[in-house]
């Protein structure tokens, strides 16, 4: 009897023991789950939460100006911006490529090298003669780790082909106006020396000394007004007063104007322009378009030529002018340089016609104030059209901004 009951309470115990460890298992296992489940939300969202730093991180790298490129220790690509595809007009992935397959620029891979030397290269500058010859300005710094070692690299590109521009147009525009101005000073001198050395004591030759003096003093006159018309016409401080104006009576005042130089080299002037045409521009302005562009033509072309200004209906209600010329024509090289300030197609024979070589460029300025378009046509010794397109009256609108 007490034998039965010992195994029996030996069988319970194993059981109860059995259910114990049974319950703690049941317990580990679900508290194991809960711990996968909260270990993976939290994996989950240290992946959500690194995504969207790196999406902050290349938005804000995206919104920079300066083209962004990183590189790896190996000189790999390891992320590059939107900007920096712009520049280089760039389509294909660079990510994970080295830098002479992705931009096929020995240039780069030698900026690498010295960046790994000097830890930081400023103001290194790369043409790129294939894209319009374009300048880029590229600065370069190291990534180091706490140990000094470098653990690749940050390049940072700037486009400066506008300041490179800027600075060249500057400093041939201070080279031409000096020119421009010692050319006629120096005469001036010349003859002002002259005259004191004792010429003056001869009245013919004093008289014809100071009608050259006269004429270069003109001259110095004519260019210093011109420079501070296309001075005002360039930062905006000529403010237009649009009328209705009548282009046939405008071109018949400009013919008024050059009538005794036109008589000079014998040439006719022809005014083609339909009556009818009225535009809404500024009259003086206008005035002054026509009058270089009627000036230009009887000057470069032919004597005993003809001169001839015609007018038709051109795009979204603005009206094409044109003054037709049968000189010489000009090259196709030099069409769409006519227009720069002291471009001159043939110098020697500009300078025997005078001009301060800046009438091309005031016309386009003021037609571009009026929200026009300038141009020329022009073929080899078949003379040269110089078009120009003024707003018709009906279409106020296309000016009303440019006041």
Known sequence: MW??????????????????????????????????????????????????????????INSMIEGFLLVNSEGRIQAVNDSLLRLFN?????????????????????????????IRVRGVEIELLGLDHRTIEV???????????????????????????LENTRREFVANVSHE???????????????????????VVATRFLQTIDKHTDRLTFLIDDLLTISKLESAQIVLNPVPIDIFSAVERAFDDLQTKAAERQTTLINSVDKQF?????????QQVLFNLVENA????????????????????F???????????????????????????DRAR????GGTGLGLSIVKHIVQSHGGEVWVESNLGQGSSFHFTAPLVNNVSAVGNQN
């Open 90 to 118: 760039i389509k294909h992935e660079l990510i994970g490529k080295t830098l002479m397959e992705g931009f096929r620029l020995r240039e780069l891979p030698e900026l690498n090298e010295r960046v790994a030397r000097e």
């Open 350 to 353: 500009s300078r025997d016609q």
């Open 278 to 286: 009225r535009c809404w521009v500024d009259g003086d302005r206008i």
């Open 3 to 60: 034998s039965i009951i010992a195994c029996l309470s030996t069988g319970l115990g194993i059981l109860a023991c059995r259910l114990w460890w049974r319950r703690r298992y049941v317990e580990s296992e679900r508290r194991l789950a809960e711990f996968k489940q909260a270990a993976s939300i939290y994996r989950e969202e240290q992946e959500s939460e690194s995504l969207r730093r790196e999406a902050h991180l290349q938005a804000l």
């Open 181 to 203: 101005l010692r050319t006629p000073l120096t005469l001036i001198k010349g003859f002002v020396e002259t005259l004191l050395d004792g010429a003056k004591n001869d009245p």
């Open 298 to 317: 009887i000057k470069y072309g032919r004597v005993d030529g003809k001169v001839r200004v015609v007018a038709k209906l051109g795009r979204d209600q």
């Open 319 to 345: 009206l094409d002018i044109s003054v037709n010329d049968d000189g010489p024509g000009i090259p196709a090289e030099s069409k769409e340089r006519v227009f720069e300030r002291f471009y001159r197609i």
């Open 139 to 165: 600065n370069a710094s190291a990534i180091l780790n706490e140990a000094k070692q470098q653990q690749g690299a940050i390049f940072t590109f700037h486009d400066t082909t506008r300041l490179k521009n």
